[in-house]
């Protein structure tokens, strides 16, 4: 089975920075996107940002500016550097990595983490 195990969460002031790694394992063959998305209290799940195999980036406007996404694919891993924090970013985060378990078919399936909180107080 292929498992995504966050880290890097935590509390962190205003005005800080905080970096969250997602780590896949398991039966893997290939990587292929790669994301972050979120959710607050009471409020839909969110996409803050995205890394597609060639590198090209996309990001929420919330998250433009203050996070960046990237990976390194010989450790099947994402990461989200977050700097100018403010409790508006207070949620679970929660990594995707879509994965293909194969050398010869081309499925492949979206795997989610198992979220990770951020609280950004003072």
């Known amino acids: 089975q292929v498992r995504l195990v966050e880290s890097g969460g935590g509390l962190v002031q205003p005005g800080g920075s905080l970096r969250l790694s997602c780590a896949a394992s398991?039966?893997?063959?290939?990587?292929?996107?790669m994301g972050w998305y979120r959710q607050a209290p009471g409020k839909q799940r969110e996409l803050v940002a995205t890394?597609?195999?060639?590198?090209?980036?996309t990001y929420a406007d919330s998250a433009k500016g203050r996070f960046t996404i990237s990976r390194d694919n010989a450790k099947n891993t994402v990461y989200l550097q977050m700097s100018s924090l403010t409790p508006e970013d207070t949620a679970v985060y929660y990594c995707?990595?879509?994965?293909?378990?194969?050398?010869?078919?081309?499925?492949?399936?979206?795997?989610w983490g198992q979220g990770t909180q951020v609280t950004v107080s003072s």
């Open positions: 995707k990595q879509k994965i293909s378990a194969s050398a010869t078919m081309g499925i492949m399936l979206n795997y």
């Open positions: 398991g039966n893997i063959f290939s990587i292929n996107a």
């Open positions: 890394i597609s195999i060639d590198g090209t980036t």
